[in-house]
């Protein structure tokens, strides 16, 4: 049986090459499935810790009752980026896998990930092929987003998801193979420990959404590759703990939007784009958010 942590990560996981760090918020049922599945994602035992943001439901204490679980409670509800780093930090582990709790793996794909990573010894992050509980094809590798393909996509993609602005930015065209990406989604991410160190982690400044985004960028300027892995596979269930909150999930994926897209167009004479990006950006999520939020990101 696994104990609690500080939250000042006072404690430390035992050592392993690959650690897992799950942030939870009341996660209900689907971190049971997420650690079963994770039992035969690979052949090697693996450490997991749950940064905790403050769960109600009692299901991360419950799961301590498992080996090589420990729960970390941050204090507070910081976001899944801040919550995030406070989990890498307690383990000392050269590989960081960061997953969401409402993920399910599929036997065998974290040990090809970690092979993976051994074929690009350049990568910082490698992420898998991720499929819906639908059984779709997410697209979970997918291009920067420029201040043109952002504008198309957030003005076409919830009317008309084939235009070409969203198909560049998803990469629907590209085959699916094993390839860099501009970024990776954070759903379920195999991070090299020194990368993410390098870069500072996630940048707290995204409370949720976007950290992602951010973080492959920046690891790709720093000359880490984002590698994109579909020979390893997971069901990304959705947001159990965001379902009930969609209206407030809609707002801040806008503003995490903005906040990415502000910092990547910055000083005077960018000034006017910046404002039209924000008007444009809050009037998008009001026109979703009177649809019942039904926009796609």
Partial sequence: ???????????????????????????????????????????????????????????????????????????????????????????GSEWVVIANPDVVWAPGSLDELMAAAQRWPRAGSLGPLIRTDAGDLYPSARALPSLGQGIGHALLGSRWPSNPWSAGYRRDNDAIAERPAGWLSGSCLLIRRAAFDAVGGFDPAYFMYFEDVDLGDRLGRAGWQNVYVP??????????????????????????????LARRYPGPRWAPVRWLLYAGLQLRARILDAKDGKGKR
């Fill in 231 to 260: 020979s390893a596979e997971v069901v990304h269930l959705g947001g159990h703990s965001t379902s009930k909150r969609r209206s407030d999930m809609l707002a801040e994926h806008h503003r995490s939007a903005w906040t990415y």
């Fill in 1 to 91: 049986m696994s104990a609690a942590v500080n939250s000042d990560g006072s404690s430390t996981v035992p050592p392993a090459s690959v650690a897992v760090v799950t942030v939870t918020y009341s996660p209900g049922a689907t971190l049971g499935s997420f650690l079963d599945s994770l039992q035969k994602a690979s052949d090697h035992p693996v450490p997991v810790v749950l940064a905790d943001n403050g769960s109600h439901d009692g299901a991360p204490e419950a799961a301590t009752a498992r080996d090589n679980v420990t729960l970390l409670r941050t204090g507070a509800n910081l976001g899944f980026g801040q919550a995030a780093n406070r989990g890498v930090a307690v383990t």
